[in-house]
Nanobody, 122 residues
Framework: VQLQASGGGLVQAGGSLRLSCAAS????????IDWYRQAPGKERELVAA???????NYASSVKGRFTISRDNAKNTVYLQMNNLKPEDTAVYYC?????????????????WGQGTQVTVSS
């Protein structure tokens, strides 16, 4: 199982970006999927989360500006980021609990994407 994050870049304050995280492999199902971010010199923090049923949760700092969604048919989660601020600058990582086929059995694991850089200029 692999998670591939993409969509980061450089944007001016007030702009928008959409991050994607695509899961690949012998996937049976994807449970909760989260987006984290880590700014230089800071700890990694949870930005947004979505359950398999579509329930969402956001950090207070991004609520009302970011939207997390998922396309189960494509095994992909998105993070739409609007009204970006310089303090949103960070490397963004996706994280998912995935149930996958392991021979004739099912197994579960926790996986991380490689990170995508988001830079917001003032």
């Amino acid at each position: 199982v692999q998670l591939q994050a993409s969509g980061g870049g450089l944007v001016q304050a007030g702009g928008s970006l959409r991050l994607s995280c695509a899961a690949s492999g012998s996937i049976f199902s994807i449970n909760a999927i989260d987006w984290y971010r880590q700014a230089p010199g800071k700890e990694r923090e949870l930005v947004a989360a979505i359950t398999s049923g579509g329930s969402t949760n956001y950090a207070s700092s991004v609520k009302g500006r970011f939207t997390i969604s998922r396309d189960n048919a494509k095994n992909t989660v998105y993070l739409q980021m609007n009204n970006l601020k310089p303090e949103d600058t960070a490397v963004y990582y996706c994280n998912a609990v995935v149930t996958y086929y392991s021979g004739t059995y099912l197994a579960s694991g926790d996986y991380w994407g490689q990170g995508t850089q988001v830079t917001v200029s003032s």
